[in-house]
Nanobody, 125 residues
Framework: QVQLVESGGGSVQAGGSLRLSCAGS????????GAWFRQDPGKEREGVAS???????KYTDSVQGRFTISQDRAKNTLYLEMNSLKPEDTAMYYCAVDFAPRYGLTLYDSNYNYWGQGTQVTVSS
């Protein structure tokens, strides 16, 4: 079955950087859409960034210019480069993928069928 495993989370000070990875397995071919979401306890899950098969990207306003989503489709890996981190970026980060071009490139969690278990990012001031 499809498995997504995130890595790269950790604790950093404000202004620091982290690179998250999401390794996929258990399927043939590659995803059509990949995305990163985050959730802090007590808050709703938020779409952070997404990318499609052509490399088109979408970001939520709060991370625009600081985060970069990318993919290595040959390695079945999704990345999220996070720079200039802020305390408000603290959350559990999840990767998600969808294999069908059903909804277009979005940041809606309901549009993604497969999810990883998450990796914690903590940014201290």
């Amino acid at each position: 079955q499809v498995q997504l495993v995130e890595s790269g989370g950790g604790s950093v000070q404000a202004g620091g950087s982290l690179r998250l990875s999401c390794a996929g397995s258990g399927y043939t071919g590659s995803w059509y859409y990949g995305a990163w979401f985050r959730q802090d306890p007590g808050k709703e899950r938020e779409g952070v960034a997404s990318i499609d098969v052509r490399g088109t990207t979408k970001y939520t306003d709060s991370v625009q210019g600081r985060f970069t989503i990318s993919q290595d489709r040959a390695k079945n890996t999704l990345y999220l480069e996070m720079n200039s981190l802020k305390p408000e970026d603290t959350a559990m980060y999840y990767c998600a993928v969808d294999f069908a071009p059903r909804y277009g490139l979005t940041l809606y969690d309901s549009n993604y069928n497969y999810w990883g278990q998450g990796t914690q990012v903590t940014v201290s001031s």
